[in-house]
Structure formats: C-alpha cells, structure tokens
C-alpha cells in the first residue's frame, strides 16, 4: 500500500498520511514495551495479531453504533482510518482490580469492582502517563465537560461489548485502555473510538484457569506473546482453531 509522509511514531504503531483526504494509515508494529518502554523486545508476529484483532473488535462496536476511527484493513499490518485530534487523556476502564490499581490501592488482584471504575491518564510518556481527575482534565481544558460525558458514555458502551463477547469465549475483562479523537463536521465536533483495541491494550484473563491472555505475559515474563495473543484470536474466530502463531508474517507493505 502507498503511503504518504510518516506523521507519527509511538511504541507499537506508526501513523503515515492516507492517499485519501482525510485519513491515515495505522502501521502495526512488532515492537513491545512495558514499564514506560523500560522495557523492550521485538515478539515476531505481534503487529499482525494486533491487526486482525483490532479490526474484529471495531467492526463490532461500529455495528452497534459506536463511532470509530477505522475505515478499513489494508493488509496484514496497515489499516486506513479516520483523521482526528486526539484527546490528550488515555481512558482506563477497570472490572476487576489489577495491575497499578492493586498496587496503588492495596487490593488483591482479581478482585471483583463494585462497579466499573473509570480512570484517567494524561498521555505523556516523558510524565509516565500520570493518573488526573476530572479537575485537572477540566482545570487545563483538555477536554470539555460535554466531552467528559461523552466520553464516559463510550468508555460504558465499548466495556459492555467487549465484556459480552469475551465472556462468550471463556475470557474475563480485567480491564482495558481506549483513546478519544475529535472529529469536526462544520461548526460541530463529535468524538469517536480511535487508536487500538487489543490483548496490547486490555487485560484478558482465562475464566477458568486464570492464565493471562495478555501483555502481562510479555511485562511478567510468563511464555509467549504470540500464543497468548493467537489464543485470544483463535477463541473470537479472527483465527482459525488449528491456527499456528503468526511468526515472520510476509505481507508486510
């Protein structure tokens, strides 16, 4: 596929200039991080799993009405999607207590939540992405109170769907991280789902055995990446059943 300029390059995509007016090419890399990029590892195939498995994930929510970023995939590692400004917040929705939580707030993790608790990160890598309230998202004006609410009504609606079809496949819905991009239309602007949905941005845990199903393999050194990620596929159909891992993938535009 033809690609513009490159616009931007984070840790596992890289976003290039669409052959479209008004839209981008999403570049799924091999690359994992963990710990603020602390630590690093090329895992083979990583980007093309992430792929499949974003597209399968958007085309749901889309098709309950969920706006979204994604236009279409192009090939095993690129998708054309939607230009947008994004909000400077990553949107971490929790089910269960994991990860900084319990070790912020002291609860075991696995622990079922009350309800889902949604927290806010602002993005910046240099900061840590540190956890903001309300008051400062509003104190700093990156985002409006219309978009706040806004914004948790996605976060609510994305947590519903991905929690439904993940049960359906003996999967349990830790938690997950989304991005929030702004599009305008005349003198209006909406916001719709943008980045990524994948086991690269959610915490997958077997229901039954509790063998975590994502990038906590990769931060907790417990196997591989791509069988992880493979399982996960194999379970939601994106992947046939006697599917081996995806390694040394050739399309690779």
């Known amino acids: 596929m033809a690609r513009g300029k ?14 479209e007016p008004g839209t981008l090419i999403q570049y799924f890399k091999d690359d994992a991080t963990a710990f603020n990029a602390e630590k690093k ?8 799993l992430n792929n499949m498995l974003s597209e399968y994930f958007m085309v749901g929510l889309g098709s309950i009405g969920v706006p979204t970023h994604f236009i279409k995939r192009l090939n095993m590692r690129e998708q054309l999607v ?11 929705v929790r ?3 994991a990860g900084t939580m319990s070790t912020r707030l002291g609860i075991e993790e696995g622990t079922q939540l009350p309800r889902p608790i949604i927290e806010y990160c ?6 840590g992405d540190p956890l903001v309230s309300e008051e400062h998202i509003a104190a700093f004006g990156w985002a409006s109170q219309q978009d706040m609410e806004d914004i948790l009504s996605l976060a609510l609606r994305v947590n519903d769907f991905l929690s439904g079809i993940m049960y359906g496949v003996g999967i349990k819905l830790i938690d997950f991280k989304i991005e929030i991009g702004r599009v305008y239309e005349g003198d209006f602007q909406r916001l719709i789902l943008a980045d990524e949905i994948s086991p690269d941005s959610c915490r997958l845990w077997d229901m039954e055995t509790g063998q975590k199903l994502d990038k906590d393999v990769f931060r907790r050194d417990l196997g591989s990446l791509t069988d992880a990620y493979t399982e996960v596929a194999r379970r939601l159909g994106v992947l046939p059943k006697n599917q081996q891992p995806v390694t040394k993938p050739t399309l690779i535009n």
């Open 6 to 19: 490159k616009i931007y390059e984070g840790k596992a995509k890289t976003l290039y200039e669409g052959t």
């Open 122 to 127: 602002l993005k910046d890598d240099k900061l």
């Open 82 to 92: 939607r230009t947008c400004e994004i909000v400077p917040l990553e949107i971490i």
């Open 95 to 97: 089910n269960y207590a």
């Open 41 to 48: 590892d090329v895992i083979e195939g990583k980007g093309v």
